[in-house]
């Protein structure tokens, strides 16, 4: 089983590697540029880095890092924040499947794909052109396993039967300019996503730290779920964890993120992801005025949520 599983791993990083080939000729600059509604999405190589990003037309200079790889090493995953949001396999090791809103250069997706052979991995993103991106320039190739539905995250997760239950659920969407939808930070999204998360289940949020509603969001992701973690990423991102399995603590959860990087032979530090994982006080302390946040609802956005993203 276990060389069976290696067999097919290694045909799958050669068949990555062939799609990635016409890219490796490629010279440093512009390698895909295309207008995509209130955005560019442009990718770009320097030397064996590929970056994707969302350019708003409103300010060209303005635009979030959707996505970066290294092209000598497709299956690392270079931004640490997307090492934090592996620490799902922490509180589900074998998922039978997984549901990702939003899919940038599908570094994750493609990154589970390869090591989890025989999980289910659906996808849904509202920009094709990013999509179009990831499968021409980042190796990704859509199969029986991994999935992408054109389509709002929270509208794909509405219109599943009530029957289908994942085991993961993470939410990685921003536009350009760092704009978190609202409907996807909300009491009533996590409830729906409750209503599919199996027993155990795990879902995970990437937020920008610059968020001026971050508490809020924060405090919002608490009021659902019975163990919340927080892992940051310097002063940028924060991956939020949360789960209604039994709570884990500090220890535990660096021991079994010890037991999957020695299991999946990571080429990053899962390890030291969970050594940064904040819950409980050090999680309280580590977010200003998280006393004072309130819930967030989808009818009642707080004053300034939309304004504070205009240019």
Known sequence: MIDD????????????????????????????????????VAVKKDRSRIKLSLVEKVNLYTDLLQSVFDLNN????????????????????????IYIAGFGGGRIPLVLHHYLPE?????????????????QCFGVKLDSRLTVAIQDGREYLEQQKP?????????????????????????????LCQKHLSSAGVVLVNLLQRDEFY????????????????????NINSVLIGSNSPILDNNEIVSRAASLQNYHQFSFALTDRALEVKLGTALAESVRNLDQAQVLFDDSPPAGYFDCWLF
């Not at 097919?8 to 295309?34: H, S, T, Y």
């Not at 969407?173 to 996590?190: D, I, Q, S, W």
């Not at 405090?219 to 019975?226: G, H, I, K, P, Y």
């Open 119 to 135: 999980t289910l991995i659906e996808c849904a993103d509202v920009d094709p052109i990013a999509i179009e991106a990831a499968t």
């Open 5 to 40: 599983r290696k067999n097919w791993q290694n045909m799958n990083l050669a068949a990555i590697e062939q799609r990635l080939a016409w890219v490796q000729q490629q010279p440093d600059g512009m390698i895909f540029c295309k207008d995509s509604g209130v955005h560019y």
């Open 74 to 97: 497709p299956l690392h995953l270079v931004s640490e924040y997307t090492q934090a949001m592996m620490l799902a396999l922490v509180w589900q090791s074998q998922p039978q499947r």
């Open 215 to 234: 508490a809020e969001k924060i405090t919002t992701f608490q009021s659902a779920f019975s163990q919340v973690c927080v892992c940051p990423w310097k």
């Open 163 to 191: 029957d289908v239950l994942y085991d993961i659920i993470m939410t990685d969407v921003f536009f350009g300019n760092g704009y978190f939808p609202h409907r996807l930070a909300t009491k009533e999204f996590y409830e």
